[in-house]
């Protein structure tokens, strides 16, 4: 994969390359550099830190959009065996921005993080999915789900609810797909049938936001018992610049869109709309995927090992009633 | 198909500005007619020529679908609060100090308990006037009340929608409130209670993309615009024009996503007779 720098991360990756190039000189043994190299090393890790720690919200937004940034197939090889993915919505065709499937998942007991070889889940997993490349990305459609790819997410739900199968949505697109096609095909009505059925299904549900949750795209796979948001990860009613557009009249007010609609994982946890954040390495999940991975297991992992000690009709009560809580107002 | 769609391609707020009458005349402006502004709501907002169906207000949905004065108001004091501290070219809290004084509303949708031949009901209909009918917690809030009251009370719930979509300026609150509505509205639907739909000029987003496309029936007024994404948007996407009719009710209903398009002075007798079909006589 070819590497890509924001503006942000660049003084870090120019340091980075120096590293590189001292090591180089150095393996040739030309000069002794560990401590340049060591003093370099340093002075990086602790850029580093200091970019990272105070990230506006617009940098929080390119970074989930980051072309280096995992996507839900780079998980799904980490964290599901035996993936079999399926196609299809059975009416119309098999929308390429969504994938399903089945798999399994180990549990992690809720008390540790050691696995327990002995005993996994089987689940369902369904996901939006950003391509890499232009070429992906045409297949994929930029993970801008048609109709035909929530029908294909429900009826794979209702396949894991049928086998008694816990659901686990990975959720990262910009939206849904705003075309002619999508809205001849009911894209409003097949977003409102999964928000609709998400709420009553019988399995325990967890999304975990990835990347960029756009809008009722996002939404229609994000109704859960659980939600849980990477760190970088942003989720929003709009994307900024749609924001911009509507709001400010011009699209190039994205990053004050961004700041002013409050989509962060730490806005969202502060505002009760997720349960928890997963934490990314400094620089970024593209910076180190296993770790992320690992976590999102261990966190689904203890969620579907809670959920499942529940009773059906009590866990969709609780879903009704979190739903209930969501939202502000005043009554005099 | 009408000459009004031809607006498709234009941006939705001028267009809605227009709608709402001013003077003494307004002009229509699917067929162009000059019609006097008194006579046009004696008229339910029909334009008499060609059939083109202005914006209500929700106080005349109510006369208009519900027995004379059957009707109490509920919760009327729900208000919006400005969570976020969001501002865009004015500040949200201003906005809803100015739209409340505007349109005399004290948000985007009214709920009333009222009979509609006889029948008890809940009835919860979309103000456009308050800043363009958009769904933020209030109308959440409201809505789910009126889903709770109608469970309470073993009514049919009738919500009439008229939005162009999510509340942006709550952020993430006005997107939860689509898995709210919809969330209640699976208890209203286990407790086998009709809701009934009502889509009318223009229902976009994710008001569309949630409750109003989740009706056990839905219907629309002649000629609404009906979507999720703007024609707008739609229209930068593709890099052409949209073709004639798209995303108009009479589009949808081909489409297979609506039940029946019922011109707004047929509206209370066919709901009439719907729900004395769904519901079992007492
Ligand atoms: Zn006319």
Redesign the interface.
Known sequence: MKQYTLDFEKPIRELELKINELEEFAKEGKIGLDGEIERLRQKAEKQKKEIYSKLNRWQHVQLARHPNRPYAQDYIDLIIEGFEELHGDRNFRDDRAIIAGLGRMKRVSTSSTVDEDSDDFRVAIIAQQKGRGTKDNLKRNFAMPHPEGYRKALRVMHLAEKFNLPIITLIDTPG?????G????????A???N??AM??LSVPLVAVIIGEGG??GA??L??ADRVFMLEHSV????TPE??AS????DASFAET?AE????TST??LG?K?IDQVIKEPVGGAHTGIEAVAKDIRILVSKAFTELQGIDCDARIQA??EK??E??????? | MAAWFKRSGKPLKSEQRRDIPDGVWIKCKSCGDTLFKTELMRQKQICKSCGYHFLLPSEEYFKLLLDLDSWTEHDAKVTSVDTLGFKDTLKYSDRIVKYTKKSGLSDAIRCVSGRLDDKPVELAVMDFAFMGGSVGSVVGEKISRSIKRAIQNKTPLIIVSCSGGMRMQEGIFSLMQMAKVSTALVTLSRAKLPFISILTNPTTGGTTASFSMLGDLNISEPGALIGFAGPRVIKQTIGQDLPPGFQSAEFLLDHGFLDMIVKRTDMKPKLSNLLSILTPRE
Do not use: H, T
């Open positions: 849904a797909y705003p075309g002619l999508a809205e001849e095909r009911g894209q409003a009505a977003i409102a049938e928000l609709f709420a009553q809008s009722g939404l229609a994000g109704v989720y929003s009613v709009i749609g924001c509507i709001l400010y009249r869109a002013a609609m409050k989509l806005d969202l505002f709309v879903r009704v739903y209930a969501m939202g502000r107002w005043i009554e005099n």
